[in-house]
C-alpha cells in the first residue's frame, strides 16, 4: 500500500464508504493518515448520578430498572428506559434507536457515558454511549481518539480504517535526517503520526503533538524564507502614481467617518511602500473592529487608479459576499468595476468573469480560494489583498502571487500575537499596527451567566429588537457532535420561534452545512435587517460586519477558547450603539468561571490571548485554536512557542539542506 493509493486500497473501504471519506477531503491514503483527530477522550471511573453536574460528560454505573420504551414522534422515534445506581436515578433517551429494545433488560448492569440534563426533577442523557462493566474496565483511563465526522462515517470507521492502513504508515518521510533529530531530541514523523492515532498514554501523545507541531512550524517557515528569498527588495513594475495619492485625499473625504490615527498610519505606509519602486509586502495588525477593511479599500484605491488591477482574497464565502457589497459600493462613484468570485460563483458567469479579468475589464476581484484557481488570469495584477490571512497558507498566497508580475502583498490580521513571535512568524513583513478603535464606539457590557438567565436573556434581546437592533445567538456545531448533547443549530431556532410566538421578530440559522448560496442569503437578509435573531454555528466568526447588531448571546460559552469568544464577541460593537455580550457557562466548573471571567474582564485581544494561555490546564491537548483564523493544524504559537523557537533555528541551520514538498 502506497500513500498516494487511493482510499479503496484500504481493507473495508467500499464505493459508499468511500464517498463519505471524500467529504471530509480524504480521497488517498496519505489523507487518511494525514486526518488528525480533533480531541482525545478520555473514560474516567464511573460517579453517582446524584453528583453528576448539568452539562457535564460523565460516566455513571447503574441498572436497568424500567421497560424499554418506544415511541414515535414526527420523523424521529425516541426510545427511553429508566436506570438507577445507589444514589439516584436517570432517564435515558436514545433517538432512531429502537432496536435497543433488545439491549436492555431490568436488571442488567452498564456503563453509560453521557452528558446529563435536568429536566424538570428529573435527570436526562440524551444518546448515552453505554458499555459492559468488563469492557468498560478495559477502557478505564486509555485515551480514545475524536475525529470529526460526516454522514456515514463513523469515530468506529476511521479507526479501523486506520488500523488497516498501518503498513502504509511505513512509508511516512520525515523532513529531518537522523542526524537533526538526534541533535534536537525528536522523535520520528512516522511514530508521531501513529501516536497521535493510537496514543499510548498521555506522555507519549503531547510529545507526538509536539512534533508535529515543530513540522508544521518548520515548512511554515521554509515557505517565509523562500518568499523572502524572493521579495525581498525586488523592483516593483506597479508603482502608484502621484495622481493617484491625490485622488486619494477626495476618497477618504467621502468616507462617512474620519480615519482614525492607526488607519491613517497604516494607509500611509502601504502607499510609501507602493511608490517606493519595491514590492510591498506588509502585514496590517489590528483587533477585532478595528477597521481594517478601509485600509484595504484604501489601497485597492491606490492600486486601481494608477491603473492595475487588486485582488482581495478572503476564507469564506459570506465574508467575501460581504466585502463585495461594501466595496461595490464604495467605489461607485469612480466607476470602478467590482466582482466577486467564489466556489458557487455561477459557471457561466465565472466564465465571463475569467475573461473581463483577463482583459482588464474589472478592475477589482474578491474572492476565497477560488480565486488561486488555474483559470484566473490578470491583465496586470498589482496588489494581492488577504484578510484574515492565517487561514491561507504561504503557497496559496504564493499562487496568487504568481498570477501577476510580482503584484504587492497587503495582509489583513486581527490575531494578536506578540512582538517576538510575530517576528519569527512575519520575518518577511513590514508591519502596522492598528492600535485603536474608532471614535464613538461604547464598550461593549459582558455577563457570563448560568442556565437560569436564559429567559431574562431572551426579555433582554427581544427588547433591543423593539428598539430596532438585531441579535446573534451561538450555538456549538452541532455537525461534529455524534451524540446529541449540544444544542443543535436547527432545534434551537425551534425553540427560539416558540420563546418569541405571537411576536413579529423574525428568526433564521445558519450553519457551515449549508450550502454556500443559502448561507449567503442568510446573511444578506440579516444586514438588511429581514432577521432580527440569527442563531448561528461559529461560521459567522470571522468578519462579518452588522454593527445594527447589538447583543451576542453565547450558548456553551465554556466549550469555546477564548481568543475565539473574542472573535465571535467582536461581531457586536461595531457600530455607535451600546452592544452587549452574554456568555451561557452551562458547566459552571471553577476553571470555566475562571476563563470566562478573563473575557467579562476585559475586551482586549491581547491581554485575553495572553491571559487564556496562563490559564490552559494540562489535559489540554492542542491548546485552544487561537482566534477565527486559524494557522496550523495542530501547532498552537502559544502553546507550542518552544517549537517555534526550534523550527527557525534548523531553518537557519539547516534550511539549505533540507527540500519540503508542500
Ligand atoms: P475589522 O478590523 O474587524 O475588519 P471593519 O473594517 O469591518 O473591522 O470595521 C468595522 C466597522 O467599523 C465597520 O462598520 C466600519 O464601517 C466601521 N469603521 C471603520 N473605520 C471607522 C472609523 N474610522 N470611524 C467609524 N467607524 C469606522
Ligand atoms: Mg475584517
Do not use: W
Not at 16 to 22: I, L, N, P
Not at 299 to 306: G, R
Not at 358 to 367: E, V
Amino acid at each position: 500500500m502506497l500513500l498516494n493509493d487511493d482510499i479503496t486500497t484500504i481493507k473495508g473501504i467500499g464505493e459508499k464508504t468511500a464517498e463519505g471519506y471524500r467529504k471530509l477531503g480524504i480521497s488517498t491514503v496519505k489523507d487518511l493518515i494525514y486526518y488528525f483527530p480533533r480531541d482525545y477522550q478520555r473514560y474516567d471511573d464511573p460517579i453517582l448520578i446524584k453528583d453528576a453536574l448539568e452539562g457535564e460528560r460523565v460516566s455513571v454505573a447503574a441498572k436497568v430498572v424500567s421497560y424499554v420504551d418506544t415511541r414515535k414522534g414526527g420523523r424521529l422515534s425516541i426510545t427511553s428506559l429508566s436506570v438507577s445506581d445507589s444514589s439516584g436515578s436517570l432517564r435515558l433517551v436514545f433517538f432512531n434507536s429502537p432496536f435497543l429494545k433488545n439491549c436492555f433488560h431490568k436488571g442488567d448492569e452498564f456503563i453509560f457515558v453521557g452528558t446529563i440534563k435536568i429536566k424538570g426533577s428529573m435527570r436526562v442523557m440524551e444518546m448515552p454511549e453505554y458499555y459492559p462493566v468488563y469492557k468498560y474496565k478495559s477502557m478505564l483511563k486509555a485515551m480514545q481518539p475524536v475525529y470529526s465526522l460526516t454522514k456515514g462515517i463513523t469515530n468506529n470507521q476511521i479507526k479501523k480504517s486506520l488500523t488497516n492502513a498501518r503498513e502504509a504508515f511505513l512509508k511516512i518521510e520525515d523532513h529531518f535526517s537522523d542526524e537533526i533529530r538526534n541533535e534536537y531530541g525528536l522523535i520520528s514523523k512516522r511514530s508521531a503520526i501513529e501516536e497521535i492515532h493510537f496514543p499510548e498514554n498521555e506522555e507519549k501523545l503531547k510529545t507526538a503533538i509536539k512534533r508535529l507541531a515543530l513540522d508544521e512550524f518548520f515548512s511554515f517557515l521554509m515557505g517565509v524564507r523562500e518568499m523572502r528569498k524572493n521579495n525581498l527588495s525586488i523592483s516593483s513594475s506597479h508603482i502608484i502614481s502621484n495622481e493617484a495619492v491625490s485622488k486619494l485625499e477626495g476618497f477618504k473625504a467621502g468616507l462617512p467617518f474620519t480615519l482614525t490615527a492607526g488607519q491613517e498610519g497604516a494607509i500611509k505606509d502601504v502607499s510609501l511602500d507602493m511608490s517606493s519602486g519595491n514590492v510591498m509586502n506588509r502585514l496590517i495588525e489590528g483587533d477585532v473592529g478595528s477597521g481594517k477593511t478601509i485600509v484595504a479599500a484604501a489601497s485597492l484605491f491606490l492600486i486601481v487608479m494608477s491603473g492595475y488591477q487588486g485582488a482581495l482574497m478572503v476564507p469564506t464565502e459570506v465574508l467575501a459576499m460581504q466585502h463585495y457589497e461594501d466595496l461595490k459600493a464604495l467605489f461607485k462613484p469612480y466607476k470602478i468595476r467590482v466582482e466577486l468570485l467564489t466556489g458557487s460563483t455561477s459557471l457561466k458567469d465565472k466564465r465571463k468573469i475569467y475573461e473581463d479579468l483577463k482583459a482588464g475589464l474589472i478592475q477589482i476581484i474578491i474572492g476565497t480560494h477560488a480565486l488561486i484557481e488555474d483559470k484566473t488570469e490578470f491583465k496586470d495584477l498589482g496588489l494581492v489583498i488577504t484578510d484574515e490571512q492565517h487561514r491561507f497558507g504561504v503557497k496559496q498566497r504564493e499562487r496568487l502571487g504568481a498570477k501577476g508580475n510580482y503584484p504587492h502583498v497587503l495582509i489583513m490580521s486581527a490575531t494578536p500575537i506578540p512582538r517576538t513571535l510575530a517576528m519569527i512568524l512575519y520575518a518577511n513583513l513590514d508591519i502596522s499596527v492598528i492600535k485603536e478603535l474608532p471614535k464613538g464606539r461604547k464598550k461593549i457590557k459582558n455577563c457570563v451567566v448560568g442556565t437560569e438567565y436564559r429567559a431574562t436573556a431572551y426579555k433582554f434581546i427581544q427588547n433591543e429588537v423593539k428598539q430596532g437592533h438585531q441579535a446573534y445567538v451561538i450555538c456549538p456545531m452541532v455537525e461534529e457532535s455524534e451524540t446529541m448533547d449540544l444544542e443543535d443549530v436547527e432545534n434551537y431556532t425551534d425553540e427560539l420561534r416558540n420563546v418569541y410566538k405571537g411576536q413579529d421578530i423574525s428568526i433564521e440559522y445558519i450553519h457551515g452545512k449549508m450550502k454556500d448560496e443559502d448561507k449567503t442569503r442568510i446573511l444578506q437578509d440579516f444586514i438588511k435587517k429581514k432577521i432580527d435573531i440569527l442563531v448561528s454555528t461559529t461560521v459567522i466568526e470571522v468578519g462579518i460586519n452588522n454593527p445594527n447588531a447589538t447583543v451576542m448571546m453565547i450558548e456553551n460559552a465554556e466549550r469555546f477558547g477564548l481568543a475565539q469568544l473574542h472573535q465571535l464577541r467582536g461581531r457586536v460593537g461595531r457600530g455607535s450603539f451600546q452592544s452587549y455580550c452574554i456568555f451561557i457557562n452551562v458547566k459552571q466548573t471553577k476553571e470555566s468561571k475562571e476563563r470566562l471571567k478573563v473575557l467579562e474582564d476585559s475586551n482586549d485581544g491581547f491581554y485575553i490571548a495572553t491571559e487564556d494561555l496562563k490559564l490552559r490546564g494540562p489535559g489540554d491537548f492542542f491548546g485552544v485554536r487561537q482566534s477565527g483564523d486559524i494557522m496550523f493544524r495542530l501547532a498552537d504559537i502559544y502553546n507550542h512557542s518552544d517549537m517555534l523557537r526550534m523550527a527557525q533555528e534548523i531553518v537557519l541551520k539547516y534550511g539549505d539542506d533540507i527540500k519540503i514538498n508542500y
